[in-house]
């Protein structure tokens, strides 16, 4: 599966930085296409979004009509008046994620080392692993909605159980939102961490068994590191993500008004109550953010190659 | 022996492990696909028994609704994934073949899109629709779509591109292949798995797109989209229909395109 690629394709990694020696027009010929509609519907659109983000309202009061300023205290009101969903949002993602890598990886070890020997096996169990992506991830997530709702089966079993009061609920709480998050981005975090493990060279856990070493300090000294390009690929396809969804916040699916995320907000100011800046400057704010995030955590792992 | 897959306690406890996350994965699908064999009465919420209706009835219910943002779907899936393959392969040999300059900002520029949060480049794309004065409808749904493909087409493609020998294409050249001859004739056919899994997986990425595409549809309607609507009155059968239907032809190619691939491979074996 392509994702694999993300995680750093076995002859990609040496060939990348091989430098092809050729300098040819044609070079500029196969890149301008596709460059140039990058420019035009990707860099111009965020140059875009950040002119929006400093526009002030229409001074004849006109709702829905911006006028270009350079107004800086939309940021300060975004922020002072929506830090909780900032924090929030950040709060579930990284929840989210570490669910996802602690049910991810050790699903893709699994699939990974302990199922090589029986490549059918292997195979089927991949197939399961990416056959959320064929089914809608809103039906699925409503599917979810319905497993986890009042009158549903989990909520059912656990209340008879007496492990949770009768009037208690799951959906409309930050508990069914993490969960939908980490749900949905298991896939995204086993597919690179697998592409990984596929690769690594059981000679060295053995290596590692001949020095006396515990099988715990084996996994955590030679394992874990191996396997670190696909952590870092998947636990970044599920944080970048989940930091801005709003599918499984809103109230329609697992959550409630408590549980709005920035994704929430940017949809609502945006596309109901048509207050652009607001959207925009929210949508900056979770750009620089993530960004920062991200180029902290690839320095932190001291994996580079990411494209 | 080798000892690093030997079955002991630790092995099974950790088989178990493995086999209830794919149950885990599984579960919502496994009720989806039940839900679509539900004789429900508006809301599909509650088990009310057995029936093949629905199957029947996905382009008649509410008009056709479910029907034409299906077909919305596909005609923006097919379109978003045709442009996007050819400008993303196109980038992904430059890349792998040619020295240039501004290579890193190149690289910047295919890597960003996938780092970027979805809501922020719908609510770019918006902006700039709104500021340019378009009207958005499914040619915005195709453009949006489009844009965020190519990074995936590129990573995909190139991945490909580094393991073909150049020596290769030099040997058409030699025997007096013209440029275009060799890239129809030689490149391309070897190129062409990694081309068809970069198509497949932007034509996955855009049918399945939901938030770059709510920021961009105005009024028109995705299959995505739909189903976010219908949730607040509820979602028709219909809907878990087509999602069912999609879904095992999807299983049905994956499943059918890895036994072709191993019967390949043993004929392969048997030649050498």
Known sequence: ?????????????????????????????????????????????????????????????????????????????????YWPHIVRSFGYALAATVIALLIGYPLAYFIGVKLRRFPLLQALALVLVIAPFFISFLLRTFAWKQILSDDGPVLSVLQALTLLPPDARITGT??????????????????????????????????????????????????????????????????????????????????????????????????????????????IVLMAAILLLVAVYIRRSGTKDLV | MNRGVRFGVGSWGLAIYAILGLVLLLTPIVYTI????????????VWRGFTWQNWATICTVENGAVCNA???????????????????????????????RFRSATTLLIFLPMATPEVVLGAGLAAQFLAAGVPKGVGTIILAHTMFCISFVVVTVRARVSTLDPAIEEA????????????????????????????????????????????????????PKYIYTAAARGIPAQANVIATAVFLLAIALVVGSQLLSAARRKRLARMT
Do not use: C, H
Request: no cysteine; aromatic share 14%; glycine share 6%.
């Open chain 2, 70 to 100: 299906f077909g919305t779907s596909i005609l923006v899936g097919v379109v978003a994934t045709l442009a996007a393959t050819a400008l993303g392969t196109a980038i992904a040999i430059a890349l792998v073949r040619y020295r240039f």
């Open chain 2, 34 to 45: 039940a839900f679509s064999f539900n004789d429900s009465v508006k809301s599909n919420i």
């Open chain 1, 1 to 81: 599966m392509a994702f694999g690629a993300f995680g750093g394709t076995p002859g990609a990694a040496v060939d990348v930085d091989a430098a092809p020696a050729r300098r040819s027009p044609v070079a500029l010929l196969l890149l301008l296409p596709g460059l140039a509609y990058l420019a035009l519907f990707f860099v111009v659109p965020f140059v875009s979004l950040v002119l929006t983000s400093f526009q002030a309202p229409d001074p004849i009061g006109e709702i829905g009509r911006y006028v270009t300023a350079f107004r800086w205290e939309n940021y300060t009101e975004v922020l002072t008046k």
């Open chain 1, 174 to 283: 930050p508990v069914a939102v993490v969960f939908g998050l980490a749900y949905n981005f298991i896939p995204f975090m086993t597919l690179p961490i697998y592409a990984s493990l596929e690769r690594l060279d059981l000679r060295y856990v053995e290596a590692g068994a001949d020095l006396y070493a515990r099988p715990a300090t084996t996994f955590f000294r030679v394992t874990l590191p191996l396997s670190m390009p696909g952590v870092v690929s998947g636990t970044l396809l599920t944080f970048i993500p989940a930091a801005g969804d709003y599918i499984n916040a809103s109230s329609e699916f697992l959550g409630s008004a408590e549980t709005a995320m920035i994704g929430n907000v940017i949809e609502a100011n945006f596309l109901r109550v048509e207050n652009y800046p607001v959207a925009a400057s929210l949508s």
């Open chain 2, 172 to 223: 058409g050249r030699d025997l007096y292949a013209s440029p275009w001859q060799v890239w129809w004739r030689v490149t391309f056919p070897l190129l062409l798995p990694g081309i068809v899994a970069a198509a497949l997986l932007s034509f996955a990425l855009s049918f399945d797109d939901f938030i770059i595409t709510n920021f961009n549809a105005g009024a028109a309607s995705t299959f």
